[in-house]
């Protein structure tokens, strides 16, 4: 039976949705944590929108949640539908828990309309219902103006033909094992689950790590045969960055330009703050004052170095949604801890503290002297990376700290910790903060967030000194 899900993942990857529909569903606790996170912020939205005053009163048709449309291999539901009791003509709503309108979301409508069509329905109206992320939380939810629908009717329509024969294909696609090819099948490169399943010796280092390599002369190389990235012909076509990096991994030893990283360290006044924070992004705002998927900080972390040769000391601050707002407790806590003097505060792709500064001296008019002053004292430690002046072939070609800190600082690990990334803090935070855990789950979450964001601040120090004693 072809799902609009599983159709949907044909779209995507025929060899992927082929493997899928071949392999053993997972169960729900199998899903990663960012996946089943992501379900329950669709279902939250899904709730919300059902009580849209559209849907309710009676005045616009016969409303439907979830209603199940079905032919003989053919499957899918509806979010919402309204029928005409005087035509019987169907409106269907899918409801998205994103902001914005995408190409695949006309093809999940197409094949729901498709299927009723098939099943003898009139569906007149296709419509998409999205977050509107100019809405700003003020009391209790508002689903009318959190929540805006937009006329899909006529992309939908535009979209039907291909539909129905994509559909057949799809459905064609399962009865055939697709003959594995090492090829680019999809966007996921040489990660792909089918290329993964079926060639297990793709080199750890390969073509696909080129950085800023586009698709096309990525799938030359492998079409070529060539995958290990210290294969690539001295006469393909490269830019000299990427060049620089192949040369390092055929090399297998950093190379290193000194007196330019001094010059980037020497410009940095003590005392230096290396700073992190952790923040919350989601659909539905859940504090006062929030517009949907506004990076909300809960937390952060701060090691500080006095002066030169000194050892750090390191303060933090995290929030427990116990009765103040999250944001207005780390920008009060982190003004007391910073303000005597600013000195240079490192961070790691800054860009984003930045961005928080600024949205708190926007929130918070009394501290926005101590952020724009902070702002203006922030040096961005990614950058002695991304301009190329320390390459590694244990990098891979990326710039994150989580590619670099194993590198130059082995001796700490995000992979032997409960919470390993900034994805599962922010989530792991949300429960702790809305009680969907136990008291004593919360309590080994406040923990765990605790040791993951020292880290992230410990790691930016220890590169800073491995730098410096160049």
């Known amino acids: 039976m072809l799902t609009k899900n599983s159709y949907l993942q044909y779209l995507n990857c025929p060899n992927e949705f082929w493997l899928a529909f071949h392999s053993p569903a997972p169960s729900e606790e199998d899903l990663p944590l960012a996946q089943r996170h992501r379900r329950q912020q669709g279902f939250e939205v899904l709730q919300l929108a059902k009580k849209m005053s559209i849907f309710n009163g009676g005045s616009n048709g016969i409303v439907e949640f979830g209603r199940i449309f079905s032919t003989e291999n053919i499957t899918t539901s509806a979010d919402i539908t309204l029928t005409d009791p005087a035509t019987g003509d169907l409106s269907i709503y899918e409801v998205k828990s994103s902001s914005k ?26 419509y998409l219902i999205t977050v509107n ?37 799809a459905i064609e696609y399962l009865t055939t094992p697709p003959v594995p090819e090492l090829k680019l ?78 010059r980037e360290l020497d410009g940095l006044t003590y005392p230096l703050h290396f700073l ?19 990076q909300m900080v809960f937390q952060y972390s701060l090691h500080t170095i006095e002066k030169a040769g000194e050892e750090p000391t ?8 116990d009765g103040a707002f999250p944001p207005r407790e780390i920008a009060e806590h982190l003004h007391t801890e910073m303000s005597s003097k600013i000195g240079t505060t490192i961070a790691w792709h800054a860009q984003f503290e930045k961005d928080r500064n600024r949205e708190f001296a926007e929130m918070f008019p009394e501290l926005a002297e101590f952020f724009h002053e902070l702002n203006e004292s922030v040096f961005d430690l990614e950058t002695i990376f991304t301009k190329d002046l320390y390459r590694h072939p244990g990098f891979f070609g990326k710039t994150s700290i989580k590619n670099i800190q194993p590198v130059l600082f082995p001796a700490a690990s995000y992979h032997n910790l409960a919470i390993p990334d900034g994805t599962a803090a922010a989530i792991r935070w949300f429960q702790m903060a809305t009680k969907i855990t136990d008291p004593a789950e919360s309590e080994k979450i406040f923990h765990d967030l605790c040791t993951y964001c020292h880290l992230d601040t410990l790691a930016m120090v220890e590169i800073f000194k491995t730098l410096r004693d160049l």
Not at 101 to 121: N, P, R, S, V
Not at 137 to 165: F, M, S
Not at 285 to 294: K, S
Request: hydrophobic share 35%.
């Open 185 to 262: 099948h999809c966007s996921q490169k040489l990660d792909c689950g089918f290329i993964r399943y079926h060639f297990k010796d793709i080199p750890v280092y390969n073509v696909t790590h080129i950085s800023r390599l586009n698709t096309q002369k990525c799938a030359e190389l492998v079409d070529l045969g060539i995958l290990d990235i210290r294969g690539v012909p001295d006469d393909f076509k490269l830019s000299d960055k990427q060049r620089k990096q192949i040369e390092t991994a055929r090399a297998a030893e950093p190379a290193i330009d000194r007196e330019a990283i001094r």
């Open 133 to 169: 992320t100019a809405y700003i939380r003020n009391g209790e939810i508002d689903p009318d103006t959190l929540l805006q629908i937009h006329d899909v009717t006529a992309e939908v329509a535009a979209k039907l033909v291909e539909t129905i024969e994509k559909t057949r294909a």
């Open 101 to 126: 309108i995408k190409d695949e979301h006309y093809d999940d409508l197409a094949f729901q309309k498709m299927t009723a069509e098939m099943l003898g329905h009139s569906v007149a109206k296709t």
């Open 276 to 294: 992190d924070y952790e923040s919350f992004s989601y659909a539905v705002p859940h504090f006062g004052g929030v517009r949907p998927y506004q």
């Open 314 to 321: 390191h303060s933090f601050h995290l929030a427990k949604n």
